[in-house]
């Protein structure tokens, strides 16, 4: 942190991210020592990950910061929903130019704010000087055995998502210029993803497979078809498409768009028959596993292979 900042490092910590109650009953230390603590309870294991997001290349210069606070949080809960691990706390490190007050009260309001709706706990971070890099790790719980993983899916399984694709994709496309008679919830989508975690903890003992969106269908499902070393065929009919996405494919033809384009945060499973019953009513069998390697989609009748490679930063 700068020397000439009008708040030192320590008080902007103070100031934005220090909560006096934690909100997680697992939260035995938070902000303030050189480590947090954790109890962990019996028959658990500790899921963690983490997501950073850089200016100019997660998102654009000038985005409503409170917007960003938001998302951050969210992409990286939407990876402990898709292994079904209930969420517990965070810790942020933060790396930016200067102190903008109003910046950091907005920032840490999109924050914090849906870290309480999941009774998560900010437990400590970094505060750093420098181009404006957001980094989130998350922790959560899964009993022991149960995480749901990229690697277990099996040839007959049905292919389930938990809610609509393409809808943050459009509202890329809104931001971008398109023109949308109707682009308020495709911008709600692209701005504001609420990760999956109810239908990630329905799913423990009911999916063999899962992850969640955030490159697009065709390569995140691809993920699960090479780690599972198995392949799949999706059915363009059964695929959940808003009525803003099925107008836009209308007007430019670019029916690629939903399997393709990211930032959807739905969760993709895979469910035995047996358990098919089990799964979440809100959650659409757009296909199923097979034993040949690929992914193929079935449009009208005719069998084609996608190949799709995600977003690779470097290539
Ligand atoms: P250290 O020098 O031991 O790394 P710091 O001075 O970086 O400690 O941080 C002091 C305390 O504030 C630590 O508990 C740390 O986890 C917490 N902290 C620092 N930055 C953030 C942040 N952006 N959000 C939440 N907690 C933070
Ligand atoms: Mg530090």
């Known amino acids: 942190m700068s020397k000439d900042a009008c708040l030192s ?14 909100a997680n009953s697992s939260t035995r230390l938070g902000i303030g020592d050189d480590c947090a603590l954790l109890a962990i309870p019996d028959g658990y294991e500790l899921a ?34 898709s292994m079904g691990a209930k ?12 102190v903008d007050e109003n910046w950091l009260t907005a920032f840490a309001h999109g924050f914090l704010t849906l870290a309480e709706r999941f009774s998560v706990d900010l437990i400590g971070g970094d505060t750093t000087s420098g181009a ?8 959560g719980f899964v ?15 049905f292919i389930y998502l938990s809610g609509n694709l393409g809808d943050a994709g459009l509202g ?8 949308c008679a ?51 065929c999706i059915d363009w009919g059964a695929l959940p498409l808003s009525d803003a996405v099925l107008a836009y494919i209308e007007a430019t033809g670019d029916w690629f768009m939903p399997l393709v384009a990211g930032d959807d945060y739905e969760l993709c499973f895979t469910v035995s028959p047996e358990n098919a019953a089990r799964v979440p009513a809100t959650c659409r069998n757009i296909g199923v596993i097979e034993a040949a390697s690929g992914l193929r989609l079935n449009k009208s009748g005719t069998i084609q292979l996608l190949k799709v490679k995600g977003y690779e930063h470097f290539s």
Not at 67 to 79: E, F, P, T
Not at 146 to 151: F, I, K
């Open 182 to 232: 109707d682009p308020d919830a495709a911008l709600a989508r692209f701005n504001g993803p609420l990760p999956r975690i109810e239908t990630g903890l329905a799913l423990c003992g009911v999916a063999n497979a899962c992850i969640d969106l955030s490159d697009g269908l065709a390569g995140d499902l691809g993920h699960i078809l090479e780690q599972s070393g198995v392949g799949a």
């Open 132 to 139: 404006l890099t957001l980094t989130v790790q998350a922790l």
């Open 87 to 98: 969420p517990v706390s965070v810790t942020l490190a933060l790396t930016m130019p200067s």
């Open 9 to 22: 490092e320590f008080a902007v910590i103070q100031r934005f991210f220090t909560r006096q109650t934690a």
């Open 143 to 157: 009993p022991r055995g149960q995480a749901l993983l990229r690697s277990t899916a099996r040839p007959g399984d």
């Open 48 to 81: 963690v990950t983490t997501d950073t997001m850089v200016e100019n290349v997660h998102f654009f210069a000038g985005t409503d910061p409170g917007q960003l606070g938001h998302k951050l949080l969210a992409v990286n809960l939407s990876d402990l929903a």
């Open 172 to 179: 890329l496309k809104i931001t971008q210029g398109y023109n």
